[in-house]
Nanobody, 129 residues
Framework: RVNLVESGGDSVQAGGSLRLSCAVS????????LGWFRQAPGKGREGVAA????????HTSDSVKGRFAISRDGAKNTVWLTMDDLEPEDTAMYYC??????????????????????YGQGTQVTVTS
């Protein structure tokens, strides 16, 4: 059973940085996407970043491009979201996600387009001005 556990959420001032971690377990797929999503109060879920487990090619959404980066360590079964220059608009619950790519290992993992099947419980990020 796939299990995703996020950590690292905190309250920081605008301009600060945070690094979120996600411990991934139960994955037996040969190729999969790992991603980060967020949901602010009263808003829908937004895809932030995603990475391909075979190619390590990553994609980030335009709203965080240049400030956020996704990375992973397959040996440690961990995926991170490094967030710099945080803005109050980044305040949200952040979720780790995973999905099986099956035979299409070369397909891009796009946080805005890829359908993710598994999500963690989330970690709260609050950015104050």
């Amino acid at each position: 059973r796939v299990n995703l556990v996020e950590s690292g959420g905190d309250s920081v001032q605008a301009g600060g940085s945070l690094r979120l971690s996600c411990a991934v377990s139960g994955v037996t797929w040969n190729s999969y996407c790992l991603g980060w999503f967020r949901q602010a109060p009263g808003k829908g879920r937004e895809g932030v970043a995603a990475i391909n487990s075979r190619t390590d090619i990553a994609h980030t959404s335009d709203s965080v491009k240049g400030r956020f980066a996704i990375s992973r360590d397959g040996a440690k079964n961990t995926v991170w979201l490094t967030m710099d220059d945080l803005e109050p608009e980044d305040t949200a619950m952040y979720y780790c996600a995973a999905t099986n790519q099956r035979d299409v290992w070369y397909a891009p993992c796009d946080p805005r387009a890829t359908v993710f099947d598994y999500y963690g419980q989330g970690t709260q990020v609050t950015v104050t001005s």
